[in-house]
Each structure stands twice: as C-alpha cells, then as structure tokens.
C-alpha cells in the first residue's frame, strides 16, 4: 500500500482542492426526509437515518473532494448500532474513492495504544480508517504503537497540536522553556513526520491546527515543514479562506481543511435557504463547490488547477 | 440518581477495598478454553470469546471489589462486534453490583464533546457507564459539556493528569511557571471537583494519576483534595501497594487502583501457574484477594474493614 502522505497528496491533487468533509450526523440536525419523529425514534433507527445520510453526503461530495472525516463521537452517542453504522460509512466512502480519515482523538498507554492502532489504521483493519486523529497528552511512547501501525499500514495519523476551541489555549499556550506547549508537541511531530516521509516531503504523520488561530498556523506551517495539517475550524466555527491561507505549502499542498456542518447541513443556512429542505444535497453540492471556489481564490491551493 | 463521588465512596465502603478490576480482553491472551484457534477466528468470534471472558470475570469479582474498568481499545480492536460486546459487558457488570468506569479517554471541542458526554455518562447513556476517563490537551471548555452530563446524571469523569507510561513526562512533566502541566491540569481537576462535592467531600470530577510515580501520586492526592484518583500501574506495570499508599485519604478514600492483566490474565503469572489453565478463574480470585489482602496490609485502604 502507498505511503499516507503520497496518497493524500495524489487525491488533492486529483481532486484540485483540499476539502475535508466532515461527517458529524447530529440526528437532530438532519434533514426532515430522515428525521421524521426525533423524540420517538429507537437508537438503531436513528443510526440507520444517520448512515443513510453520510452515505447521500458521500455521493454528493466523493466526486468533488479527496476525503471525508467522520467524527467517532456522533456515531458513539448512538451505542453500538452507531458503531455499525460508522464501520458502514467508512466502507462506503472508501468504496467511492474518498480517503478516510477516522476523527477519534484516541490514545492510551504503549500497549493499549496498539490495540486503537490495530483497530483503527489501514484498509485491513477492523475499522479501515486511512488516518486517524490521536492525542499527545500522553507523550511521545504513547504515540510510536500508532506510527509503527500507520508506516506498515500505508495509513496515517493527525496528532492534536493547535485546536479550533476557544479554551484550547488554557492548556496548549502554556509557556515551558520560552515555547509554548502546543510548540514542543510540534517539535516532535515533525520528527515523526520527518522520520517517515514519502515522495511528496510529506511524512504519515500530521498535525491538527485549527483554522481559527490563523497567525499560529502558518508558524506550525513553518515549524512541521514535513507534517501534513489538519485543519478544522472553517466556516460555522468562524475561520474563512483567507485564514487558513498560511496553512499550504508554495504547491498548494500541505493542508486539507475540513468543513462539517457548513456543508452536511447547508441546507440551513441562509445562503442555501432558496433550496428548500428537500433538496439538502443540492445545499450539500453548492456548499461544497462554495468552499473549493474560496480555498482556492485565496489561497495557494489555487495552484492545483490550472489557471482558466 | 446518587452523587458519583458518594457512590463511589459506598460502593468502596462495601467491598471493603478499593480495586477496580480492568477489562482488558486481548484475544490472544485468553485462556485456552476461549480462544482455541487465534489465528482462524473471525472477528464476531473472537469479540463472542472476549465478551465471555469478561462476563466470567465479572462473575468472580462481583462480590469482591468495587468496580471494574473496561478498556474501549480492546473492543474497539474487534470492530462493530467488538463494541457490541463492550456494551453487553457494560450492562452485565451493572446488573452485578459493580460500579463501571469506561477507560476510553475521549475528548473533543464543545459541541462534539457533548456527543461523547451523552454517548457514555449514566445509566440511560447508550453506553451506561458510571464514569468516563477523560484527556485534558484540548483544555477546560472541551471538559465542560462532560461535567455537566456528569453532574445530571449522577456520573463521574477521570481526567488524565499524570499517566503511567515511562514517556508521560514528555509533555506532562515540562514546566510552566514554576510547576509542571500536569500540575495545571490537576489544578483545573481540583476546581471541577470542589465545584461538584458530594456528602463524602469528594466530587464527581476524579483524576487519573499513574502508581509508578508514587512521589507524585502524593503531591497529587495533596494537590486535589476533592478529586478521586484513579491510579492505573499497579501490577504488570510495576507498582507495588506501597507506591500507591500516598493517594489515599486517612479514611482510606479518595482512590481507587486499578489492575487488568494482573488479575485477568493472572493464570499466566508464576504464582498461581499451580491451578492450570483450565481453572483460571480461580487465579482470578486468588489474585484479586491478594491484591486487596496487600492494599489493606500496605495503604490506609486497611481502615476500610474493621481489624480482626
């Protein structure tokens, strides 16, 4: 299997942007046609409406977009057949070209930590996630299960540096030894992405760095030159285009943004009202062309298309 | 429903010792009776087989300890079965008396945190359990939405702050502003658990602080006099009942020490190798009763029972 950050490097490139869909199946946001009696609804029907909406999400955007994000947490809220229902959305997205990356933020102690390796990277995996998202608080041993895991498995891995949150300082901003917290688990990314990189420059190691700190994301930019970085935090949490500009590499490469409710549920929003809540995907289709049009009219994920 | 931190306490009170039995059910190292052909079982098997492990262990140490302490990587390694099991577990644990504590260290930003809150805080959670361990990165607003599930539903969180891995000071042990993170972090723990105190003066927000620094696990206990520690390392990692002494109150309250392989899988230790495989679980008990035996000989759990 090809290296992680090669393959998600080809599908940017194939798709000519980096838009991340994310798949966060509220069950309360969804559209009427499948949330029909919120209230009464038993959790395994409220799981299969939430995977039959990914998977209408999926056919709208696998053509347009190089992957989607679903968010574990959604689907956990909905007990085990939840936990079906993600394994049935990732295999559909999969199935329809589109990189996966598992949002889970997972961690534990070494040999706990690779059994989340096992069941969570690679298409032979339980779950067959492309990446996954994983947490640094426990330090860098907690960390090697999964990239030992992520290189024999061609997958990859976005490790929580900056988040999106508006407290995500208290902890993160720290300062030790004249560097901020978020800094030295910067450094160390690096050196994961470094000690794996493919022929792009880029390692199977990346980065979460929120969209809504954009002055600290080009300086990650510039601090992890061989990580990949996950960017959340666009649109319904506040960051635009141009915020996230610093995130990309002079090729356009470098960054995938992620979006969730801005497109999946668009069909709520003002600007798409004109669609009507039948026609969801059609929200869902212009949110997402919406989104590539400004990534690449401001920032340098412009280059990936060539000029008209 | 009754207040974590007082369940808790009884639930402590009634067994007589604070052991928290830890669910780990790696496949491979189920006894022969359960796991008869490793490598040709499918994934529904192998999940069955480590569902009926744990319920066979919850059947031996139902009676003798207060809580057990699932570990989600261990079902989540066996997919969508794999968490079928880890919920049907959950239940048989409850139905026996048993407190459950779901070692599964999630976090997220606010709104998806409260997914993760709903998804396994309280008996009514589709998960059900009583606590939830929790990671701190993301900082205090991303732990909000789980206090307060917790806080209506009678639950209780443990959130990370000093882990028993040999690299959990790579971050956790940097300082900033004269003491380390992980004493920012308990200071944050310490506010949430005297802002939710219960009749037993602890709250239902605890902290996860690893036996193999037991200098620390004092600091600790001195540090977050409301906060029930959960202290994970005794055992296989190397902890002893005297390295955990310090995290108790003079009661004999205040933590709770947690052993999986120890006990699980102690029909593999050298000690019990006399009882044969088939009679594991009688290596179950025996090692269950000595690890209480040796906390009440060791730390000021003694004070539980009377003295004979």
Redesign the interface.
């Known amino acids: 299997m090809t290296h992680f950050g090669d393959r998600l490097a080809a599908a940017v490139r194939r798709a000519g942007n980096p838009v991340v869909v994310g798949l966060?199946p509220?069950y309360d946001d969804l559209p009427a046609a499948l949330n029909s009696s919120p209230a009464a609804a038993r959790?395994d029907e409220r799981a299969a409406a939430c995977g039959r909406f990914c998977r209408e999400v999926i056919d709208v955007v696998a053509a347009r977009v190089p992957a989607v994000k679903p968010?574990a947490?959604?689907f956990?809220?909905?007990?085990?057949p939840?936990?079906?229902a993600?394994?049935d959305v990732m295999r559909y997205a999969r199935d329809r070209g589109l990189l996966v990356i598992a949002?889970a933020?997972?961690?534990?102690?070494?040999s706990?930590?690779e059994?989340?390796a096992?069941?969570?990277l690679g298409h032979d995996s339980?779950?067959g996630a492309d990446a996954l998202t994983v947490?640094?608080?426990?330090?860098?041993?907690?960390l090697d299960p999964f990239v030992d895991a992520a290189t024999r498995r061609g997958a990859g891995l976005f490790v929580?540096v900056k988040?999106?949150?508006?407290?995500?300082?208290?902890?993160?901003d720290?300062?030790?030894?004249d560097r901020p917290?978020y800094r030295?688990?910067a450094a160390?990314v690096e050196r994961l992405a470094a000690g794996s990189i493919g022929a792009e420059d880029y390692g199977s190691v990346g980065a979460v760095t929120g969209a809504t700190y954009p002055a600290q994301l080009a300086e990650l930019r510039a601090a992890m030159p061989h990580a990949w970085l996950l960017v959340?935090g666009y649109g319904s949490q506040g960051a635009t285009a141009r915020d996230v500009a610093g995130a990309f590499d002079a090729r356009g490469l470098g960054a995938v943004v992620n979006n969730a409710r801005g497109i999946i549920f668009a069909y709520r929003r003002p600007e798409y009202a004109g669609l009507g809540t039948t026609r969801w995907q059609d929200a869902v289709a212009a949110a997402t062309d919406d989104m590539i049009a400004a990534l690449r009219a401001e920032t340098p994920a412009g280059r990936l298309v060539p000029r008209p």
Do not use: C
Not at 76 to 80: K, R, V
């Open positions: 966060d509220r959790i968010q947490a959604f956990e809220q909905l007990g085990p939840g936990m079906q993600l394994a949002d933020k997972r961690n534990d102690i070494g706990t930590a059994a989340y096992d069941a969570w339980p779950w947490s640094p608080y426990l330090g860098g041993d907690s929580l988040t999106s949150n508006p407290g995500g300082g208290q902890f993160q720290l300062n030790a030894a917290l030295h688990v160390h959340p």
